[in-house]
């Protein structure tokens, strides 16, 4: 993790989200946090649980793109899970264990990655030498006879550019300088197949699923296929070999789980839809169901994976929802206690709409002009365009439903849909996009309620 100030971290999160001061403080104090933590002896460390946060506003206000800038800022692991998608036991839905599960195989996968990207020097030399072996297989120790006499050696077609070195390393010279690119060989390759098994059961066995599906794919043989592919393909896949048998696998398991632990941020969205006293029927039972499942995951506990045991005790939690209906006290107390910092998120003005538009470095009005500049049209937009553009979704969002800064990409690709269309014929190919345009292309749209209703 790097070590930033919180100063730091709100200023990096102010490069891609506009306002929600409150917010960013609230994390980058949490993100410090463990930091600090980390200072400490081990006892202390084990005592300091993090401070789980839970981020309140309507959509598209930034509470996940904070969570997520959060986790690629420390470059820890991140997992995000909608709180809607679990169920106690007896009902429809994942066994909240699962998100421990989900976050573990995506560190482990990352790091298997990065493992092979550092062997790629070795990997490929290791595949160098296959492809040669291919190219010319290890001759016997002693020539073989027939009724003529000795068999002529087989002729690979490689001429003598370099007299008194063997052929093997006039091979590799030629490999190494790309001579041998377009010739076709025969390549065994391992077919990436696994057992079509499902287990559907309750809490718990998704686990055991797993496990079933790696032994009986452990018990089948390996597919391997022959194919002919060029020799550049074939340095490619082979490398792509060498680099996952070169990986350290017990290490990868052993360095995600530790990452997890003490670095790991699980985002849980949409938990007001979780929060309620079950007084109503129908599926609205399992609600507290949910919540009492999900408390000792966040309190702190030891959750089985097919890589080891994960301890959940220092994971940063940080629920985020609406609560237009529930309230953050309709959670149960216990939950509450778990969740002890709570920040309220602004809504979104034509002010922050202008600045969402042209400031953040993936700025919507940058991505538009990127797309376009690949047909080699040259779009720009005026200021007034803009401001234009953040008024008509203030006005949109509060005459039908409030979809804060995501408005804006209805508007965006309703405003340019023309231009994206005719883009490869276009003659014209530099357009100034001012405030008459925005007018022309979208008011017709929204003065006419039941069309911005399906449109934007």
Same mark, same amino acid.
């Given at each position: 993790?790097?070590?930033?100030?919180?100063?730091?971290?709100?200023?990096?999160?102010?490069?891609?989200?506009?306002?929600?001061?409150?917010?960013?403080?609230?994390?980058?104090?949490?993100?410090?946090?463990?930091?600090?933590?980390?200072?400490?002896?081990?006892?202390?460390?084990?005592?300091?649980?993090?401070?789980?946060?839970?981020?309140?506003?309507?959509?598209?206000?930034?509470?996940?793109?904070?969570?997520?800038?959060?986790?690629?800022?420390?470059?820890?692991?991140?997992?995000?899970?909608?709180?809607?998608?679990?169920?106690?036991?007896?009902?429809?839905?994942?066994?909240?264990?699962?998100?421990?599960?989900?976050?573990?195989?995506?560190?482990?996968?990352?790091?298997?990655?990065?493992?092979?990207?550092?062997?790629?020097?070795?990997?490929?030399?290791?595949?160098?030498?296959?492809?040669?072996?291919?190219?010319?297989?290890?001759?016997?120790?002693?020539?073989?006879?027939?009724?003529?006499?000795?068999?002529?050696?087989?002729?690979?077609?490689?001429?003598?550019?370099?007299?008194?070195?063997?052929?093997?390393?006039?091979?590799?010279?030629?490999?190494?300088?790309?001579?041998?690119?377009?010739?076709?060989?025969?390549?065994?390759?391992?077919?990436?197949?696994?057992?079509?098994?499902?287990?559907?059961?309750?809490?718990?066995?998704?686990?055991?699923?797993?496990?079933?599906?790696?032994?009986?794919?452990?018990?089948?043989?390996?597919?391997?296929?022959?194919?002919?592919?060029?020799?550049?393909?074939?340095?490619?896949?082979?490398?792509?070999?060498?680099?996952?048998?070169?990986?350290?696998?017990?290490?990868?398991?052993?360095?995600?789980?530790?990452?997890?632990?003490?670095?790991?941020?699980?985002?849980?969205?949409?938990?007001?839809?979780? $929060?309620?006293?079950?007084?109503?029927?129908?599926?609205?039972?399992?609600?507290?169901? =949910?919540? @009492?499942? #999900?408390?000792? %995951? &966040?309190?702190?506990?030891?959750?089985?994976?097919?890589?080891?045991?994960?301890?959940?005790?220092?994971?940063?939690?940080?629920?985020?929802?609406?609560?237009?209906?529930?309230?953050?006290?309709?959670?149960?107390?216990?939950?509450?206690?778990?969740?002890?910092?709570?920040?309220?998120?602004?809504?979104?003005?034509?002010?922050?709409?202008?600045?969402?538009?042209?400031?953040?470095?993936?700025?919507?009005?940058?991505?538009?002009?990127?797309?376009?500049?690949?047909?080699?049209?040259?779009?720009?937009?005026?200021?007034?365009?803009?401001?234009?553009?953040?008024?008509?979704?203030?006005?949109?969002?509060?005459?039908?439903?409030?979809?804060?800064?995501?408005?804006?990409?209805?508007?965006?690709?309703?405003?340019?849909?023309?231009?994206?269309?005719? $883009?490869?014929?276009?003659?014209?190919?530099?357009?100034?996009?001012?405030?008459?345009? =925005?007018? @022309?292309? #979208?008011?017709? %749209? &929204?003065?006419?309620?039941?069309?911005?209703?399906?449109?934007?």
């Amino acid at each position: 993790m790097k070590d930033l100030k919180p100063k730091e971290i709100v200023i990096e999160l102010d490069k891609y989200i506009i306002g929600q001061k409150d917010a960013k403080k609230s994390v980058a104090i949490a993100l410090r946090n463990r930091w600090r933590r980390r200072q400490l002896d081990k006892d202390l460390q084990e005592e300091i649980a993090p401070k789980n946060i839970i981020l309140i506003g309507p959509t598209g206000v930034g509470k996940t793109e904070i969570a997520r800038r959060l986790a690629n800022l420390t470059d820890s692991p991140f997992y995000k899970v909608e709180a809607s998608k679990f169920t106690e036991v007896g009902y429809v839905g994942r066994d909240v264990e699962s998100m421990i599960r989900d976050i573990v195989e995506l560190t482990v996968n990352n790091l298997r990655l990065r493992q092979q990207d550092a062997v790629q020097e070795k990997a490929a030399k290791m595949a160098e030498e296959r492809i040669l072996d291919i190219l010319l297989p290890p001759t016997a120790p002693k020539p073989a006879f027939s009724a003529a006499g000795a068999v002529p050696p087989v002729d690979h077609g490689v001429s003598d550019p370099l007299p008194g070195v063997s052929t093997r390393e006039k091979l590799r010279t030629m490999l190494q300088n790309g001579k041998l690119d377009s010739r076709d060989i025969d390549l065994d390759v391992t077919a990436q197949t696994s057992p079509m098994v499902e287990i559907f059961s309750n809490t718990g066995m998704e686990e055991m699923g797993i496990n079933i599906k790696d032994m009986l794919g452990n018990f089948m043989p390996k597919n391997t296929k022959r194919r002919k592919v060029s020799v550049k393909e074939a340095m490619k896949i082979l490398t792509q070999e060498e680099a996952a048998h070169l990986v350290d696998m017990e290490k990868v398991k052993t360095e995600a789980i530790e990452l997890v632990e003490q670095s790991g941020i699980i985002f849980i969205d949409e938990i007001d839809k979780i $929060a309620g006293k079950g007084q109503s029927h129908g599926p609205e039972v399992s609600k507290e169901g =949910v919540q @009492r499942d #999900l408390l000792p %995951i &966040v309190e702190g506990s030891s959750v089985p994976t097919k890589y080891g045991t994960v301890k959940t005790d220092h994971i940063l939690f940080i629920a985020s929802g609406a609560f237009h209906v529930s309230k953050p006290s309709d959670l149960i107390p216990e939950l509450q206690g778990r969740f002890p910092i709570r920040v309220e998120l602004t809504s979104l003005g034509a002010h922050e709409f202008t600045r969402i538009l042209t400031e953040p470095k993936n700025a919507l009005v940058l991505q538009y002009i990127a797309l376009l500049r690949t047909e080699g049209v040259v779009i720009s937009f005026t200021q007034d365009a803009v401001e234009k553009i953040a008024d008509i979704a203030v006005e949109v969002n509060s005459t039908t439903e409030n979809i804060g800064a995501r408005r804006l990409h209805t508007l965006m690709e309703k405003l340019l849909e023309e231009i994206l269309f005719e $883009a490869p014929d276009m003659d014209e190919k530099t357009i100034t996009i001012d405030a008459a345009f =925005v007018t @022309r292309q #979208l008011m017709d %749209i &929204v003065e006419n309620q039941d069309l911005s209703r399906y449109i934007l």
